[in-house]
């Protein structure tokens, strides 16, 4: 079945620092496509950054990238730089099929950034 | 401006009553969805729709109801049968390929 799990309830960063938010999950499909989203206080939900299963490469989008490992099927995402403004909860989430249905999500990781 | 509208933001609701949760979506998209999201917690899938009048049961479908009758819209009800109602109600849609986009959100809260 289908399953995001994203062990980290809580993270916390020094301004400045990089931080690796992890993500594994689980599915029979050979096509798939992993999502990283950003949830505020405000709870809007920010698409962050996509990785599709047959991607090469990992995806990258500013200070955000994917660290995508098939095999182990993991997918987690690196800030670089993190600024306090990235404080918020972060999931992960994916879709099986290339162009289809179920999108589920993980249970969140909340980040906390310190000056 | 092309986009995900949710209404109402705030709705209470008293017990034993049906209440409706507006999503309308003008980016024609196809497949539309609606989450749920308890404090702290991750977003659980209720029901999902891939084209107009067929949608199917997520993971907690239990307790709600959706229609689909038009491309544009994909309204959540909350039925009486639903305990524990309060939440924070989440509407995405997808073009197929690529990122979810998602609504403002509902907060409901049972008084």
């Known amino acids: 079945a289908q399953k995001i799990t994203q062990t980290q309830p809580g993270m916390f960063v020094q301004e400045k620092e990089a931080v690796t938010l992890d993500c594994t999950y689980d599915?029979?499909?050979?096509?798939?496509?992993l999502f990283w989203y950003k949830q505020p206080s405000s709870g809007e939900m920010i698409f962050l950054i996509y990785?599709?299963?047959?991607?090469?490469q990992n995806a990258t989008e500013g200070r955000y990238s994917l660290n995508f490992q098939k095999a182990r099927k993991s997918a987690n995402l690196v800030i670089s730089a993190s600024q306090l403004g990235d404080s918020a909860m972060y999931f992960c989430a994916m879709r099986e099929g290339y162009n289809t249905d179920k999108l589920i999500f993980g249970t969140g990781t909340r980040l906390q950034v310190f000056p | 401006d092309g986009g995900i509208t949710q209404s109402p933001k705030y709705l209470f609701r008293k017990e034993g009553q049906n209440v409706t949760l507006s999503c309308e979506q003008n980016?024609?998209?196809?497949?539309m969805y609606w989450y749920r999201q308890d404090p702290g917690q991750g977003l659980r899938l209720i029901y999902y729709s891939q084209i107009v009048n067929d949608f199917q049961k997520g993971d907690i479908a239990e307790g709600y109801s959706v229609s689909r009758e038009k491309k544009e819209s994909f309204p959540l009800t909350v039925t009486s049968a639903q305990k524990n109602p309060t939440a924070f109600y989440l509407c995405a849609t997808t073009p197929g390929a690529g990122e979810a986009f998602f609504g403002q959100g509902t907060r409901l809260t049972v008084v």
């Open positions: 980016l024609n998209h196809d497949a």
């Open positions: 599915t029979s499909d050979q096509s798939y496509g």
């Open positions: 990785q599709g299963s047959y991607d090469e």
